[in-house]
């Protein structure tokens, strides 16, 4: 798998070269970012990246750092460390056209960052149970990560883990907790930088929410699209955060037909 | 035994010499990798580990073989379960696929 130095760490990525485009135009790029914890770039690319490089469109992954096989100091982990990786990904690829993002969980939320302060890099936003990095957001992250990294160090946890789901996603756990409490993720994540509402409503390029209807936003499925002078949403009905990894057919349809439809937006 | 069936087995022998390699040495880890040996449960790997997998399988046997484009079909748990000897029947499938339509 190919890797590069990013923002000075050693970085693993995967390019997918679209297999067909229209006549007359050239590809659109669209890039995935995985969430925090136990992601990395194959739950993008086991799923969603060959049948969207398939449609015509070049698919770039990558290995946030802390995460898969990209290198994981100890410290660096505010929003915007994640979001200087991106930027310099993007400059050392040589991209130059604006790009789709697509963002699962975290993921979005640096998608949100990244359009919040480079707007002439991003076409769209594809969001997966994200939320941009707002106050509420940093609190909500800070109370999830100090609970998981509390539930992580208990080793009966484990157990429970396995009880409840598999063995497989007691591996899964065992790793997470090694990523956060080895690392200053916990501390650094929700420091951001943080987006004020009025920033987010700043925020003019198309943007594509999908939630589930028992996910992290249940509170209120509404509350984001509203602000987002280009935003629309679409609900996952029974569905609770996972929706990338338990709806990915439908994700992989919607995606699909919205790069189709933004392929010609300026910024 | 039929030709296909020993060409399957030669596939499966040389997916698992292509696993061993890239996890330098499954009798380091105690395991056998036998068809039935599963990918992420008995030798220890990550879904990322999966997909470095997907890219040694179609260097060493061509772009026929894409093996993230075949898991992208499948539920979580299909992947997560999935077994040295699904991933080299599939490999087989599509060996056979190809020299179908090069004998065409």
């Known amino acids: 798998m190919p890797s ?28 995935f970012i995985h969430g925090l914890g136990t992601d990395s770039l194959a739950s993008f690319y086991l799923t969603l990246a060959p049948p969207v490089a398939a449609a ?60 919040w302060q480079h707007p002439e890099l991003v076409r769209s936003i594809v969001c997966i149970e994200s939320e941009p990095p707002t106050a509420a957001w940093a609190e909500k992250m800070k109370n999830i990560l100090a609970a998981t990294m509390e539930f992580l160090q208990i080793e ?38 943080i987006m004020t509402i009025e920033q987010v409503s700043e925020i003019t390029c198309p943007v594509l929410s999908l939630l589930g209807s028992h996910g992290y936003q249940a509170d209120d499925l509404d509350a984001l699209t509203s602000l987002l002078p280009r935003g629309e949403k679409y609900v996952f009905d029974g569905q609770g955060h ?26 | 035994m039929t030709n296909n069936q020993v060409s399957d087995e030669a596939t499966f022998s ?8 890239m996890i330098g040495g499954a009798d380091l880890l105690g395991v056998e990798i036998t068809p039935q040996t599963r990918f992420h449960e ?25 093996l993230a484009q075949y898991l992208a079909e499948k539920d979580l748990d299909d992947v997560i379960d999935m077994t040295v000897g699904d991933i080299a029947a599939y490999v087989h499938a ?9 004998g065409s």
């Not at chain 1, 065992?174 to 956060?180: E, H, K």
């Not at chain 1, 996972?242 to 392929?263: C, P």
């Open chain 2, 94 to 102: 599509q060996e056979v696929a190809l020299a179908g339509s090069e």
């Open chain 1, 156 to 193: 009966d946890s484990y157990d429970w883990i396995e009880a409840n789901f598999s063995a497989h996603h007691r591996r899964l756990a065992r790793l997470a907790g090694q990523r956060i409490t080895s690392t200053s993720m916990a501390e650094e994540v929700p420091l951001g930088p």
């Open chain 1, 4 to 31: 590069m130095i990013v923002n000075g760490l050693n970085t693993n990525y995967q390019l997918l070269p679209a297999a067909a485009q229209a006549e007359h135009s050239e590809p659109q790029h669209v890039v």
């Open chain 2, 42 to 66: 008995d030798l220890q790997l990550e879904s990322i580990d999966l997909v470095t997998f997907a890219g040694i399988l179609t260097e060493s046997f061509g772009s026929h073989v894409n």
């Open chain 1, 56 to 115: 015509g469109i070049n698919v770039i992954s990558y290995d946030l750092r802390g995460h898969g096989k990209t290198d994981r100091p100890d410290r660096g982990y505010r929003l915007q460390d994640f979001v200087d990786d991106l930027v310099d990904l993007l400059t050392q690829l040589g991209i130059k056209e604006p790009v789709h993002l697509v963002g699962n969980s975290f993921g979005g939320t640096i998608a949100y960052a990244v359009a």
């Open chain 1, 242 to 267: 996972s929706v990338l990894v338990e709806q990915h057919r439908e994700v992989r349809e919607l995606l699909i037909s919205w790069i189709s439809r933004h392929a010609t937006e300026s910024v």
């Open chain 2, 14 to 21: 040389r997916v698992a010499s292509l696993l061993d390699e």
